[in-house]
């Protein structure tokens, strides 16, 4: 039998990612053995890469990357018992590993994949959608009329906190650029912003809520958007926590794994009832340069890495 497998791993912060051989693991106490089918590639992969991150995600190196995927359980660990051999699950790991052909992961973290739903589709749902909910939620309930701003809205986050944001009434301003203005239109947006075009600040005012998932110049200008007692939620960088002016609340968001939301929603995406965009599908020994594109890479939905290719 195979001992070994292929992964996508980084030797030190700052080299880049690599396919190598590394041991097949086995399922731990709690844990499944999943044979990964695709996995969902995201702008925290280089900025773990970067040690951008090394508080919340502390690397013992080298470090396989990849932090969601989609596959079939090939063995069960001892003590865990929601899962069978031959079920097909999907989930974040709540840490990182997921560039690899066979991953042991907590089941806790797991959901079945809905029928409907194939693998690559699911491997791009775990970590935005509910990142997306979470942070849409973080700084208190959202009310009928609330005047929300997306940033990034044609991103992976941005698509299903539109969508997240309508459904709880709000009035929705979100940023994009030109081509994907219509995209986000037809996610619900209320008023649509070219980004390049148009200043956000001569659209949006009054905001309660700043959703910022771009970080950066985006964030500084987005105090004056919003209204005295609002708050920014953001999640490309902790540095919201040093950048928020005294007396303004903006607050860093960094998602959980939660099983029972993620099932929820996947199952809404397999019905049709929620919008999940993929964008391209790329081989596996295509992921480090993937990896590296989505730093500067400017299409609609996510990018996924299928292991089949
Ligand atoms: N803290 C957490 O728990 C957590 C979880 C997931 C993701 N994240 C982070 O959250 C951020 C968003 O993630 P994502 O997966 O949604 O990223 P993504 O899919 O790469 O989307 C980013 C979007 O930002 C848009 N954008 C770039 N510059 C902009 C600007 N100046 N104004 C408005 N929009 C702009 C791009 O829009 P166009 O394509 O239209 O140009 C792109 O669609 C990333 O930094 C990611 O690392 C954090």
Same mark, same amino acid.
């Given at each position: ?9 980084? &030797?030190?912060? /700052? ?7 590394? +041991?097949?693991? *086995? =399922?731990?106490?709690?844990?499944? !053995? @999943? ?52 079920? &097909?699950?999907? /989930? ?7 560039? +690899?052909?066979? *991953? =042991?992961?907590?089941?806790?973290? !797991? @959901? ?74 037809? !996610? ?122």
């Amino acid at each position: 039998m195979t001992t070994t497998q292929r992964a996508v791993l980084i &030797r030190a912060y /700052g080299s880049p990612a690599e396919v190598a051989e590394i +041991a097949r693991p *086995v =399922a731990g106490q709690g844990q499944v !053995l @999943v044979r990964v089918r695709a996995a969902g590639v995201n702008g925290i992969d280089w900025k773990v890469r970067d040690g951008l991150v090394q508080q919340a995600f502390p690397l013992q190196l080298p470090a396989v990357l990849g932090i969601e995927l989609a596959g079939v359980v090939e063995a069960v660990g001892p003590g865990a018992s929601r899962f069978r051999a031959g079920d &097909r699950v999907m /989930g974040p790991l709540g840490g990182l590993g997921a560039y +690899a052909e066979f *991953v =042991a992961v907590d089941e806790v973290n !797991l @959901v079945r994949t809905p029928q409907g739903l194939d693998d690559v589709h699911a491997a791009a749902i775990p970590v935005a959608s509910v990142a997306a909910w979470q942070s849409l939620h973080h700084a208190g309930p959202i009310g009928t009329g609330q005047r929300i701003l997306i940033h990034g809205a044609a991103g992976g986050l941005g698509g299903y906190a539109v969508q997240y944001a309508k459904r709880a009434g709000a009035e929705v301003f979100a940023t994009a650029s030109a081509a994907h203005l219509d995209h986000v239109r037809s !996610l619900g947006a209320d008023h649509v912003i070219d980004y390049r075009a148009q200043r956000f600040e001569s659209v949006a005012r009054d905001i309660d809520l700043v959703l910022d998932y771009v970080g950066g110049e985006v964030l500084e200008r987005s105090w004056q958007v919003l209204k005295k007692e609002g708050a920014i939620v953001g999640t490309s960088s902790p540095d919201i926590l040093a950048r928020t002016p005294p007396g303004r609340r903006g607050l860093w968001f960094m998602n959980k794994p939660d099983t029972a939301l993620l099932e929820r929603l996947a199952a809404e995406i397999a019905q049709g009832t929620l919008v999940s965009k993929l964008g391209e599908a790329v081989g596996f020994a295509d992921i480090p340069a993937a990896i590296e594109r989505n730093r500067t890479d400017s299409r609609i939905g996510k990018v996924v890495a299928d292991f089949s290719r």
